[in-house]
């Protein structure tokens, strides 16, 4: 069992900057990390994985460049600092637990999930 619980989120005019968090507990040895979103009247979105060693990144095309997903497993603790925010950003972010490897950016390919923190980007 992996328990995760996000902070962070909160409003923010675009072009500014959150950091989201994600604190894990249970057993997270070896388990690979996803951030999700999902805006209203959409589908959950895949946003960035990171491996369990943190050596292999991936992000969805609309966040290269802007977003950054590290972890720091001393703490148990996964990040998403999110730059030059924009209106479309806007959407619950939801941290999730899966294989460390391949890359699975399907919500189906996690087991775990947080309760999802809301990012509003004002324009």
């Known amino acids: 069992q992996v328990q995760l619980v996000e902070s962070g989120g909160g409003l923010v005019q675009a072009g500014g900057s959150l950091r989201l968090s994600c604190a894990a507990s249970?057993?997270?040895?070896?388990?690979?990390m996803g951030w999700f979103r999902q805006a209203p009247g959409k589908e959950r979105e895949f946003v960035a994985h990171?491996?369990?060693?943190?050596?292999?990144?991936y992000y969805t095309d609309s966040v290269k460049g802007r977003f950054t997903i590290s972890r720091d497993n001393a703490k148990n603790t996964v990040y998403l600092q999110m730059n030059s925010l924009k209106p479309e950003d806007t959407a619950v972010y939801y941290c999730?637990?899966?294989?460390?490897?391949?890359?699975?950016?399907?919500?189906?390919?996690?087991?775990?999930w947080g309760q999802g923190t809301q990012v509003t980007v004002s324009s």
């Open positions: 999730a637990a899966g294989p460390s490897t391949p890359v699975n950016t399907a919500p189906g390919g996690y087991r775990y």
């Open positions: 249970g057993r997270t040895f070896g388990v690979g």
């Open positions: 990171i491996s369990w060693g943190g050596g292999s990144t």
